[in-house]
């Protein structure tokens, strides 16, 4: 299967800081990328849609102001959490696909804690 | 109605069973379909895709689909203790996103 790499694999801040996680697809060219939070037990939940070249599509009830999504180059996604909190602690990983309809596959994900 | 459902589980299967994951989706529409498998702490992982009725085969995994009925199954032969894991079913229509099911937690008991 085609390979998605995230950078880093898991980050400690300190409240009001920003964050930066970076999702690759190494193998092929994703023209829309997913990011997805997870909480312990819990399901995934999507949070934006991004296609490359253009804006993000967020979920209802995500903060585009808060979480932005850059997806420069068929290759590179990116999500900065920006002021985190604590409540912001949790798992995202980002997938990438080759259409809106095709399969995705998910990178190894990123373990957020904030202090 | 949730456009994904599947029994949240835990589903408990003796080791060297055959387990059995069921999934319902909502929108007749629907065209792919996708089996993932998550460990805990980690990122799903794709296992299958079906697309058309009728079962597909990959050694010991078996997708099955319905459309018909809206239904979409695994099968798991020879469970081994390393299935144990969340298995979360996906659907979608041509050129929309992918919409997946909260999961069954699957543990193989020895």
């Known amino acids: ?115 | 109605q949730k456009e994904v459902e599947q029994n949240s589980g835990p589903l408990s299967v003796p080791e060297g069973a055959i387990a059995s994951l069921n999934c319902t989706y909502s929108d007749r529409g629907s065209q792919s379909f996708f089996w993932y498998r998550q460990y805990s702490g980690k990122s799903p992982e794709l296992i299958m895709s079906i697309y058309s009725n009728g079962d597909k085969e990959d050694g010991r995994f078996t997708a099955q689909l319905n459309k018909a009925s809206q239904y979409v199954s695994l099968l798991i032969r020879d469970s081994q203790p390393s299935d144990s894991a969340t298995y979360l079913c996906a659907v979608n229509r041509s050129a929309s996103k992918i919409i997946f099911g909260s999961g069954t937690r699957l543990s193989i008991r020895p």
């Open chain 1, 1 to 115: 299967g085609a390979v998605v790499s995230q950078h880093p694999s898991w980050v400690i801040c300190k409240s009001g800081t920003s964050v930066k996680i970076e999702c690759r697809s190494l193998d092929f060219q994703a023209t829309t990328m997913f990011w997805y939070r997870q909480f312990p037990k819990q399901s995934l939940m999507l949070m934006a849609t991004s296609n490359e070249g253009s804006k993000a599509t967020y979920e209802q009830g995500v903060e585009k102001d808060k979480f932005l999504i850059n997806h420069a180059s068929l290759t590179l996604s990116t999500l900065t959490v920006t002021s985190a909190h604590p409540e912001d602690s949790s798992f995202y990983i980002c997938s990438a696909s080759q259409g809106l309809g095709n399969e995705q596959f998910f990178g190894p994900g990123t373990r957020l804690t904030v202090l």
